[in-house]
């Protein structure tokens, strides 16, 4: 298949910086933006549920946290279905997914029927897409492969932008069952994005099979297990950097629920609040592209940026109750841009990190199970900060608690191994099953592996 | 004189006289005269007077009401009573009253009347349905005495009355509320401006809706039009690489020029396993 080079390296390894590359980054623009960007800008929609179905704010909200729970927990599958089969096939039909839960939802007439489509099937095909795509794109980029990431997330800030308005402007005109069958419409843009990926020349699906056909129920769990990468679960690093991304996600999300209501409660105008978090936005988006062109400079190791931003991130998320306390606008939207900075900045940072422990070849598993561990956090830190807040009376305690937690997040990465080194180590080498057991080096990774360093699993 | 016309002239003067003698014996109040507020002396302050000229027995306290319900705190115990409305709006008019009240004699009132141009203060800007569904259109004012309300169908700068030949159209009007409900809407006749207009005897005011019908069928084509779209792309896709050679495709995966070896951050990444060699 490739011609034999020293070393026996493989295409995806040092990857073509550019050319078709870009091409997918382009596509997972669109997707990322068709996915989070449509979650977020949802809310319009909510207002008209409200109204319809004559049901507590509390109950229709539950259809966004059920669509993002459902993308972060088919996000392992939809990787071990990309290693299984071809990440195109996968990305189409989550596409199709996404948009058939949109066209059936606008068709309800009970809320528990928004929930299944809305939430479940749309969720199910939005964990079939990101996840495949974010691998694709990082497995088609070396050296700026954090540069592709944050300019492919920044559609996530720029999207909410243009949803907002546009989501008004077709529910106004069509009403919310025919702007939901057009969302339905557009989402299925995702699959054209899908199609531009290019067939695998390479399946990961003889790599990991024994030579043995015959499927048998341990072979077959086998396999699944090795679709899943649920050996990544027992190797400390993964799961050392996977704790820490936990806890960062706990902290994160609680700004953009709670910023906007902490302004107003102290004490500036609903017009004053909006452009806080306006700008948090439009500093979050600038913070995606510009860490993503810094991390590709190679000044500094990709884990020490991320926890620089991290660190960053959750001081001045404790920073935010402390400035508005002085009464001072200014020192309210200074902080509140810094934080935006930071947090955009520690996206493109985060995914781009995970070959660096895994290494590319498991990198799809990596990030499918990377999803589904941390949406817990997610579900966890908002109702805390919420309780939090009914308890104390204000938001302070609910801010310095998240922005405790990132940094908590980053002192649990500060326990990856090499973590004080100041050159990355070479992330571990995947061994065939037969080797594994055998405790044998097969002849490739004799020729890749460098002097010092021949086995990373485990430690 | 004959006696039967002297008894019929003592009869005749004692009913002239009857009122002005029990009225010696009523409490007589004295009120200042009805106010008509208008919309532009708004900042013009005013003032409602009664005072108690004669009374048989001396009165308890006196207090203001307005529609029939008592106003707090204008409880006095000083037969000149004065309710001052500082600035008075269109919702300050109404029918109003001082009431004295006695110890051994029914309570005695006076009625000022305060009247205003009616004020719509809710109506909505749009109505936006679905065909087929119902609309409700409401206006509500305030402002005494009590308006009449009309509605009419405007078009430009023409006005219609609207045509109920369909019987479609119901109108509930209460004393300072009125409601338009139109079932079954049709996308060809009934969009448009609808006025609801108040009026009584000072003047009158007026405010528009605008009521829009969608067709249930208006979505279908933008998205039919998203879908040829996709259909389009996805077609164009595959069938562009389907005519690039197979050769060309391998030759994608490989590296485009020299390592790139300067760079920590993918200095390891080329060590990086290659599976099976095929």
């Known amino acids: 298949m490739t011609k034999p080079k020293a070393g026996a390296q493989s295409a995806e390894a040092e990857g073509p910086d550019g050319g078709w590359g870009w091409v997918l980054v382009g596509a997972l623009f669109v997707s990322t933006s068709l996915v989070f960007g449509l979650m977020r800008s949802l809310g319009i929609f909510f207002v008209e549920f409200v109204q319809y179905f004559d049901e507590s704010a509390q109950a229709i909200s539950w259809i966004s946290s059920t669509g993002l729970a459902a993308q972060q927990f088919f996000s392992p599958l939809g990787a071990a279905l990309c290693n299984a089969y071809d990440a ?9 997914l996404a948009g058939l839960g949109l066209i059936l939802a606008s068709q309800a007439t009970c809320l528990v029927h928004l929930y299944l489509t809305m939430g479940v099937i749309s969720g199910l095909g939005w964990g079939l897409v990101f996840t495949p795509m974010v691998a694709t794109v990082m497995a088609n980029f070396t050296r700026r492969r954090t540069l592709a990431l944050g300019l492919a997330f920044s559609s996530i800030g720029l999207s909410s932008f243009a949803f907002n308005p546009l989501f008004q402007l077709l529910v106004e005109k069509y009403a919310w069952r025919g702007a939901l069958l057009i969302l339905g419409g557009l989402s299925l843009n995702i699959v054209p994005c899908g199609a531009l990926i290019r067939p695998q020349q390479r399946s990961k699906a003889p790599a990991k099979v024994d030579s043995v056909s015959r499927p048998s129920c341990a072979s077959v769990m086998h396999r699944v297990s090795s679709y899943l990468e ?5 190797e400390r690093p993964y799961i050392t950097y996977t704790l820490g991304i936990t806890l960062l996600n706990v902290g994160y999300f609680v700004p953009y629920f709670h910023l906007v209501a902490h302004s107003r409660h102290a004490g500036f105008s609903e017009y004053q609040a909006a452009f806080v978090m306006s700008a948090a936005g439009a500093s979050d988006i600038l913070g995606r592209v510009a860490s993503g062109w810094f991390s590709d400079l190679g000044h500094f190791r990709l884990i020490h940026l991320l926890s620089m931003w991290t660190t960053l991130g959750g001081v001045f998320i404790m920073l935010l109750p402390v400035s508005s306390l002085s009464g001072s606008y200014s020192a309210l939207m200074v902080i509140s841009l810094l934080y935006g900075f930071c947090s955009g900045a520690l996206t493109s940072v985060v995914f781009a990190v995970v070959p660096m422990i895994v290494g590319v070849e498991r990198m799809m598993g990596g990030l499918g199970l990377l999803q589904l561990i941390e949406s817990g956090a997610g579900l966890l830190g908002t109702p805390l900060s919420g309780f939090l807040k009914d308890v104390t009376g204000n938001y302070v305690a609910s801010f310095m608690v998240a922005g405790s937690f990132l940094i908590l997040g980053t002192l649990t990465m500060a326990t990856l191994p090499h973590y004080f080194s100041c050159t990355d180590p070479p992330p571990p080498q995947r061994r065939s099953p037969d080797d594994k057991d055998k405790g044998l080096h097969s002849e490739s990774e004799q020729m890749n592996s460098l002097p010092s360093d021949t086995n990373h699993r485990g430690v | 004189m004959h006696p039967n016309a002297v008894m019929l002239a003592v009869v005749l003067l004692w009913n002239l006289m009857l ?23 708004t900042s013009k302050p005013v003032t409602l007077q009664c005072n108690l000229t004669t009374a048989q027995t001396p009165h308890k306290e006196s207090f203001w009401m307005k529609n029939g319900q008592e106003i707090t705190n204008t409880r006095t115990e000083q037969r000149n009573t004065v309710y001052r409305i500082a600035k008075p709006r269109a919702d300050d008019s109404g029918e109003y009253m001082c009431v004295y009240t006695f110890d051994m004699a029914p309570n005695a009132n006076a009625t000022i009347e305060v009247k205003a141009k009616p004020d719509i203060t809710g109506h909505k800007r749009s109505e936006n349905k679905n065909e087929g569904e119902n609309a409700m259109l409401y206006c509500k004012s305030v402002g005494y005495p009590h308006p009449t309300w009309t509605w ?42 609808y006025e609801c207009n108040a009026t009584n005897m000072i003047g009158n005011t007026a405010e528009t809706t ?32 389907k005519r690039k050679t197979p050769d060309d495709i391998i030759d994608d995966d490989e590296p485009v020029g020299p390592m790139k070896t300067n760079s920590t951050n993918n200095h390891k ?8 060699t095929k």
């Not at chain 1, 649920?230 to 027992?234: I, M, V, W």
């Not at chain 2, 990444?269 to 099976?276: F, T, V």
Request: proline content about 4%; charged content about 20%.
């Open chain 2, 210 to 241: 605008i009521l829009r019908v969608r067709s249930n069928l208006a979505p279908l084509w933008p998205f039919l039009g998203v879908l040829a779209e996709i259909i389009i792309l996805v077609v164009i896709i595959v069938v562009y690489e």
């Open chain 1, 230 to 234: 649920l050996s990544l679960l027992f």
């Open chain 2, 19 to 41: 009122p002005f003698i029990s009225a010696q014996n009523e409490p007589k109040i004295n009120a200042s005269d009805q106010t008509i507020l208008s919309a532009e002396s």
């Open chain 2, 269 to 276: 990444d080329k060590n990086i396993r290659q599976r099976n």
């Open chain 1, 88 to 96: 195109r096939l996968v990305v189409m039909t989550g596409g199709c």
């Open chain 2, 152 to 193: 009419r169908k405007v078009d430009g700068t023409s006005y219609t009355d609207i045509d109920n030949s369909t019987g479609r159209f119901f109108i509930t009007n209460r004393d300072n509320y009125t409601e338009l409900n139109i079932i079954n809407l049709d996308i060809n006749k009934d969009p448009g401006k």
